[in-house]
T-cell receptor, first 111, second 114 residues
Framework: QKEVEQDPGPLSVPEGAIVSLNCTYSNSAFQYFMWYRQYSRKGPELLMYTYSSGNKEDGRFTAQVDKSSKYISLFIRDSQPSDSATYLCAMSADGNNRLAFGKGNQVVVIP | GAVVSQHPSWVICKSGTSVKIECRSLDFQATTMFWYRQFPKQSLMLMATSNEGSKATYEQGVEKDKFLINHASLTLSTLTVTSAHPEDSSFYIC??????????FGSGTRLTVV
């Protein structure tokens, strides 16, 4: 079993829809959870950072972590064509440790 | 915000030659730099972790003699792909830790070996 599982998609949604992405993981030691956005041929950029369980909201983005289920989610409200990118979940055990990445989810927002 | 500048953004080289990729932290000191490799439609695979002034730690299966990493200062880390072959063609990305708020990534280098 891989440490981090993320369905690679792709996912196409109409502009204005809610995008829902998720990852599951197997390592119960993971405490730090991140979502990155990666445009084609570019490095990932940090979107959301969450420590332990709970919800975090930043503008149109909401990240949720459920450690009991080993499940994390990212929601994008009022999606825009500029949100079209690949979204990667990442996590680590103690913040100084290496990141374990999901495969990435390609999202296409159709105008 | 903290920026990691990575160069070159793309490079084409002949089989058997070596290629050097640089990552510089522009407005912060990067004690630790991570080097990743990404194949099309795949996730980032950690190749090695480099710490300033010491030898890099390579992940299992990564040839340390082929992928030479140097982290001579707190603002510069380099990855040299030696005797490159077509199977080394990939997208290489560096990353530095940003305290308690995650990691910042370089813009990546697309290497094509012909």
């Amino acid at each position: 079993q891989k440490e981090v599982e993320q369905d690679p998609g792709p996912l196409s949604v109409p502009e204005g829809a809610i995008v829902s992405l998720n990852c599951t993981y197997s390592n119960s030691a993971f405490q730090y959870f991140m979502w990155y956005r990666q445009y084609s041929r570019k490095g990932p950029e940090l979107l959301m950072y969450t420590y332990s369980s709970g919800n975090k909201e930043d503008g149109r983005f909401t990240a949720q972590v459920d450690k009991s289920s080993k499940y994390i989610s990212l929601f994008i409200r009022d999606s825009q064509p500029s949100d079209s990118a690949t979204y990667l979940c990442a996590m680590s055990a103690d913040g100084n440790n290496r990141l374990a990445f999901g495969k990435g989810n390609q999202v296409v927002v159709i105008p | 915000g903290a920026v990691v500048s990575q160069h070159p953004s793309w490079v084409i080289c002949k089989s058997g030659t070596s290629v050097k990729i640089e990552c510089r932290s522009l407005d912060f000191q990067a004690t630790t730099m991570f080097w990743y490799r990404q194949f099309p439609k795949q996730s980032l695979m950690l190749m090695a972790t480099s710490n300033e002034g010491s030898k890099a730690t390579y992940e299992q299966g990564v040839e340390k003699d082929k992928f030479l990493i140097n982290h001579a200062s707190l603002t510069l880390s380099t990855l040299t792909v030696t005797s490159a072959h077509p199977e080394d063609s990939s997208f290489y990305i560096c990353s530095a830790r940003l305290g308690a708020v995650g990691y910042t990534f370089g813009s990546g280098t697309r290497l094509t070996v012909v």
